[in-house]
Nanobody, 127 residues
Framework: QGQVMESGGGLVQPGGSLRLACTAS????????IGWFRRAPGKKHEALSC????????YYVDSMKGRITISIDNAKKRVFLEMRNVTSEDTAVYYC????????????????????WGQGTQVTVSS
């Protein structure tokens, strides 16, 4: 059974940037899709972005385009999410999830399709 772990959360000042990392380990397959999601207090899970490990397929939800970047270090099976110009609206628990290699494509990542989730990392935007 594979494990997924997020890191990089913490306190960020408004207008600043953050970089989160997602590490996938123990999976028997070498290729996968990684999805990034978040859940703000009192709100439902929100999809942010996804990427396929085997090629450069990347997807960003419309509301995040231009403000986030997803990237991968295949050798270490780590996927990064960078977010710029953060506001208090970005305060949330950020999750990454691993799923089938073809999951990430032309539409918003579906939380129901990703089977392996991390515990989440808290990001708080505050001065």
């Amino acid at each position: 059974q594979g494990q997924v772990m997020e890191s990089g959360g913490g306190l960020v000042q408004p207008g600043g940037s953050l970089r989160l990392a997602c590490t996938a380990s123990g999976f028997v397959f070498d290729v996968f899709s990684i999805g990034w999601f978040r859940r703000a207090p009192g709100k439902k899970h929100e999809a942010l972005s996804c990427m396929r490990s085997q090629d450069d397929t990347r997807y960003y939800v419309d509301s995040m385009k231009g403000r986030i970047t997803i990237s991968i270090d295949n050798a270490k099976k780590r996927v990064f999410l960078e977010m710029r110009n953060v506001t208090s609206e970005d305060t949330a628990v950020y999750y990454c999830a691993v799923g089938h290699s073809l999951l990430c494509g032309q539409s918003d990542p579906d939380i129901r399709s990703y089977g392996s989730w991390g515990q989440g990392t808290q990001v708080t935007v505050s001065s």
